[in-house]
């Protein structure tokens, strides 16, 4: 049982360039939630998502910032238009139950904006 | 007052010590809670729950206290393994039950 799959673990943009990461959840989760980490800091919570649902994004930044997570296929978190300021590590997890339950991470997608 | 406050520490101690960490929330209406893992900002790796009568697996005893509102961590034994860092994570507080999580308290284990 394949655990929580991202891709890629490294990417590097310039600033104005978009930026798309992908999830794929453990198998029979229908939950993802998506952090991010700046160095030095602690894991700051963005989305959180059910299959074609957006559960809660209230950490999402207003602008450039979307995410999804349809029916067949990963969840994506796209960011555009990248800014240095959006370097950071992307963490997802799944759920096999959500809202409140126990969740199992990706090992994340490094992002660097150059 | 921060939904979730942790120590950073650094928490230094020599091999075999018992060392505990504590984590409060802010919330009342937080329904789970749990510990989990990082090492060298790696991904979380969840490390226990916590349950409001306690729970123990091996070394580790995770303790919920409602009344004022924390949960700790209890390392019995340390190994130098143990060293990384430990994060609180509350969830379900809000409709929509999103986990937060703490800043993280940083353990070294010396020889």
């Known amino acids: 049982n394949a655990g929580v799959m991202q891709n890629p673990r490294h990417l590097v943009r310039r600033r104005g360039q978009e930026a798309r990461l992908r999830c794929s959840p453990m198998?029979?989760?229908?939950?993802v939630y998506w952090y991010r980490q700046l160095p030095e800091e602690g894991l700051k919570f963005m989305v959180y998502?059910?299959?074609?649902?957006?559960?809660?994004e209230s950490g999402m930044p207003k602008e450039r910032f979307s995410a999804e997570f349809p029916k067949e296929g990963p969840s994506i978190l796209r960011i555009q238009q990248v800014v240095r300021g959006d370097s950071a590590a992307y963490f997802c997890?799944?759920?096999?139950?959500?809202?409140?339950?126990?969740?199992?991470f990706g090992q994340g997608t490094r992002l660097t904006v150059v | 007052r921060k939904e979730v406050e942790q120590d950073p520490g650094p928490f230094n101690v020599p091999e075999g010590a018992t060392v505990a960490f504590n984590c409060t929330y802010s919330?009342?209406?937080?329904?789970?809670f749990f510990w989990y893992r990082q090492d060298c900002r790696k991904e979380p790796k969840l490390l226990m729950s916590?349950?409001?009568s306690g729970n123990e697996d091996g070394r580790f005893t995770a303790q919920l206290n409602r009344a004022s509102q924390y949960i700790s961590l209890l390392i019995r034994d340390s190994k130098l393994s143990d060293s990384a860092t430990y994060l609180c994570?509350?969830?379900?507080?809000?409709?929509?039950?999103?986990?937060?999580f703490g800043q993280g308290t940083t353990l070294q284990v010396k020889p």
């Open positions: 997890a799944s759920s096999p139950r959500g809202f409140g339950t126990e969740a199992f």
């Open positions: 198998k029979g989760h229908s939950h």
């Open positions: 998502l059910q299959k074609e649902n957006i559960i809660d």
């Open positions: 919330n009342s209406a937080s329904q789970s």
């Open positions: 916590v349950y409001s």
């Open positions: 994570v509350f969830g379900g507080s809000s409709n929509t039950g999103k986990l937060i």
